[in-house]
């Protein structure tokens, strides 16, 4: 239950595109759910996140779509460069009980220019 | 933003010898803090949760004399990593949560290598 699955493991796009990572989990408790972005060698970077009042999230060129019913969420790359080229971590908690994040599998996402 | 700093961000170590590794909360005052090891094109693997003034909280199968943990102030936690073994080279990261929006924040991250 306190799972969450991330897809695709990997992901090749050209500039420009949009790419899409989906994540999905069970526990109906969580109430927090960021993104991550990691370089190599680099700690994990918040890049976006969502609490499940809302639908979707935009911030610059990244936007999160959610579905509470579904419990489901994605993250989109508008407009992706070659520097966005890096691994995407899913993740949830339960915010309020301070309790730790839980990660998806991870989304090793290449940009070609 | 809140910042994490995590040092050394790399060490090299022989085996049989301790390594420590530090992480900072730089801005804020961290009551938790939680420890991850990450293996290569892998995710991050809670190791365990330390609590400012308690002993941290282990995740199953992670060896508490092994990974020593030290959480003596509120921007200050540590790992030991004691007798290492070439199997105990890593990816290590800490992360710290911030109480006044509940973020989470990382370090950069240390590898370690024991030869």
């Known amino acids: 239950q306190q799972q969450v699955k991330q897809s695709p493991q990997s992901l090749i796009v050209q500039k420009g595109g949009i790419p899409i990572i989906n994540c999905a989990y069970e526990?109906?408790?969580?109430?927090?759910f960021p993104w991550y972005q990691q370089f190599p060698g680099k700690g994990p970077a918040l890049l976006i996140a969502i609490r499940p009042d809302v639908s979707e999230k935009k911030e610059g060129r990244f936007t999160i779509s959610f579905n509470k019913s579904a419990k489901q969420f994605s993250l989109h790359i508008m407009d992706s460069q070659p520097g966005d080229s890096a691994t995407y971590f899913c993740?949830?908690?339960?915010?309020?009980?301070?309790?730790?994040?839980?990660f998806g599998e991870g989304t090793q996402l290449t940009v070609n220019p | 933003g809140a910042v994490v700093s995590q040092h050394p961000s790399w060490v090299i170590c022989k085996s049989g010898t301790s390594v420590k590794i530090e992480c900072r909360s730089l801005d804020f005052q961290a009551t938790t803090m939680f420890w991850y090891r990450q293996f290569p094109k892998q995710s991050l693997m809670l190791m365990a949760t330390?609590?400012?003034?308690?002993?941290?909280?282990?995740e199953q199968g992670v060896e508490k004399d092994k990974f020593l943990i030290n959480h003596a102030s509120l921007t200050l936690s540590t790992l030991t990593v004691t007798s290492a073994h070439p199997e105990d080279s890593s990816f290590y990261i800490c992360?710290?949560?911030?109480?006044?929006?509940?973020?989470?924040?990382f370090g950069s991250g240390t590898r370690l290598t024991v030869v």
């Open positions: 993740a949830a908690s339960v915010e309020t009980s301070g309790s730790r994040l839980t």
């Open positions: 992360s710290a949560r911030d109480p006044s929006n509940y973020g989470y924040t």
């Open positions: 330390s609590n400012e003034g308690s002993k941290a909280t282990y």
């Open positions: 526990n109906t408790a969580f109430d927090y």
